[in-house]
């Protein structure tokens, strides 16, 4: 499967359980890996025939630094089906990283990383599957 890749996309947020991380905030870093078919983009030498990745990159960017949410699985969700709504997109692999938490020993980072597949049902309505990795 092709796929259209984000890497180390940085913002600064405030999400956390802790009212310290709500108030003061943080970076993010994330990546996005888009599974989708990339053949007529590669034919056609289009934007009209793929993924428009600087408007995923603008809703990733929406999500991180709007509404505050307490937890990492929830903010990669998000991310993972606004990807989605572009109905081309197949699957959403979304690595969702705080690279300054307070933890009692060193580490690079804290993440999670959230995966949502699209389902076409045999009706035509798609659905997302619940996967996590």
Do not use: N, W
């Not at 934007?47 to 408007?55: F, N, R, S």
């Not at 990383?113 to 996967?131: K, P, T």
Request: aromatic share 4%.
């Amino acid at each position: 499967m092709d796929k259209i890749l984000l890497s180390r996309l940085d913002f600064f947020g405030r999400h956390g359980c802790h009212a310290a991380e709500r108030e003061l905030g943080q970076r993010f870093l994330i990546d996005i890996e888009l599974e989708c078919d990339l053949t007529a983009a590669g034919q056609s030498d289009s934007l009209d025939d793929t993924i428009d990745y600087v408007a995923v990159l603008h809703q990733t960017k929406a999500i991180i630094e709007g509404e505050s949410v307490q937890l990492l699985e929830h903010l990669g969700a998000r991310i993972a089906e606004a990807a989605l709504s572009d109905k081309r997109v197949q699957r959403a692999r979304v690595r969702l990283r705080k690279p300054h938490v307070a933890m009692p020993v060193p580490l690079d980072y804290l993440g999670v990383e959230i995966v949502r597949d699209q389902v076409v049902l045999a009706a035509g309505h798609a659905e997302e599957s619940l996967e996590y990795v």
